[in-house]
């Protein structure tokens, strides 16, 4: 019997909170994490469920769901995107709500952990209804959000246009203060964006790969790479491999397969599917209908950028690479990860890999509530440091414990977290 959409929608958020749970409690095991600390961690501190109406084009009115999980604010006030996809669920933002909440450790950021998103297509609306519906969204959050409290940020399906207009609806109903622009970040560089944001995701993770090749004494001019999902990440990071001179053979995404062994235009194909909303069509590049040639195409690396759990056990024994970068968020399932440690394959982890994104969007907090600008030099050498930072500190740790490098990043980020929870005491 085949299962419908929705059903493989539902299993996959589900073995993404219980993959991101599962790899906790194992940590939290490994290191004798404290008992309080462990309790208190393991459940989100809030979880907001909204049902809201918006107006639509032909005077109709629909009913949205939309959800904000609130995981951990010890180091700071709750960060995390907002997500707007028919896929959002309630065990898929609680997963990746914890996965935050663990990036900001790691990161040495002043910052806690936090998701939301609406479950809807944003394809299937004209741009007057999304801005409805984005502006009443914010709305019904109220002052569950805040520029001191809960910070939104872009995701799946959101980009800067939607951050503005959260930015402008929370400003004009709660605050009129001048940091209201700290409210989201992400936004547009014209209403208090910071310069570097849209590419620091894709261009982090290429700084991780960098620093793994350097490590193993590689050059990447003249490596091949694959990458999987095409969007704001993917297509950063493919163009960064670009420049430093490695070579992009293969891309899929949620409209297509393509192969050119000669290499495929990552600048060209960026722009024809920001278009065209997808790769499908692209050329000069060979179209494929099997998704398993992509898969099993032998190359340097491989970026993971597009949704989780894509990698599983039915397809990971056909991937043929070096190194698996996850620019997505629990791209790998803990099942996939078993066999392509077996079978040699290295991974930088999603908390560490993908962490550019929030990395860049606290300078940005950081710019709004002083009212300053940063030129994209700063910003790309403040990202270059925290990133090389956070990685030789997971790789040490790797090497020492001979842990897998997922393992020595949750770790650091789980001592960090037990240290400030032991030193201020749990309150009352």
Do not use: D, M
């Given at each position: 019997m085949n299962k419908d959409r929705t059903e493989i929608e539902t299993e996959s958020a589900a073995k993404l909170y219980q993959g991101v749970c599962d790899r906790f409690e194992q940590t939290a095991s490994f290191i004798g994490l404290d008992s309080k600390v462990k309790a208190i961690m393991?459940?989100?501190?809030?979880e907001l469920m909204i049902h809201f109406p918006v107006k639509m084009d032909d005077g109709s009115y629909t009913l949205f769901k939309g959800y904000r999980i609130q995981h951990n604010n010890l180091l700071g006030p709750y960060k995390g995107g907002m997500r707007f996809s028919p896929e959002v669920s309630l065990d898929e933002v609680k997963g990746l709500a914890m996965l935050m909440t663990l990036k900001c450790s790691l990161a040495k950021l002043p910052l806690g952990g936090a998701k939301g998103g609406i479950k809807y297509d944003?394809?299937?609306?004209s741009a007057d209804e999304n801005q409805r519906i984005t502006r009443r969204f914010t709305i019904a959050l109220g002052h569950n959000i805040?520029?001191?409290y809960d910070i939104p940020a872009p995701d799946m399906g959101t980009n800067a246009q939607s951050m503005d207009w959260m930015m402008d609806t929370y400003h004009?109903?709660?605050?009129?203060k001048i940091e209201d622009k700290a409210v989201v970040t992400g936004k547009s560089i014209a209403c208090g964006g910071s310069v570097g944001r849209a590419s620091a995701t894709g261009y982090g993770a290429v700084y991780c790969l960098a620093e793994w090749a350097k490590g193993k004494g590689l050059s990447l001019e003249g490596t091949r790479f694959s990458i999987q999902g095409f969007g704001n990440v993917g297509s950063h990071a493919a163009i960064k491999l670009q420049e430093l001179g490695?070579?992009?053979?293969a891309v899929n995404d949620h409209t297509a397969t393509l192969m050119n062994p000669d290499g495929i235009p990552a600048d060209e194909l960026a722009g024809y599917a920001m278009e065209h909303r997808g790769i499908k069509g692209f050329q000069p590049a060979h179209e494929v209908d099997e998704v398993n040639e992509f898969w099993a195409l032998e190359t340097d690396f491989m970026v993971l950028a597009a949704m989780e759990c894509t990698v599983t056990k039915e397809n990971a024994g056909l991937i043929r690479t070096k190194l698996i970068v996850e620019g997505a968020n629990g791209p790998v399932t803990p099942e996939a990860e078993n066999i392509l440690k077996e079978n040699g394959i290295a991974i930088i982890p999603d908390?560490?890999?993908n962490m550019g994104g929030v990395i860049v969007s606290y300078f940005e907090w950081v710019q709004n509530r002083n009212s300053e600008y940063w030129n994209?030099?700063?910003v790309d050498a403040k990202l270059r440091e925290k990133l090389i930072a956070a990685y030789q500190q997971v790789e040490r740790i790797s090497q020492e414990q001979e842990i897998s490098m997922r393992n020595a990043a949750?770790?650091?980020s789980l001592k960090h977290l037990e240290e400030v929870y032991l030193k201020r005491g749990v309150w009352p």
């Open positions: 393991s459940q989100p501190k809030a944003p394809n299937e609306h805040g520029p001191s004009n109903l709660y605050g009129r490695a070579r992009l053979v908390i560490l890999a994209g030099e700063t949750y770790v650091e």
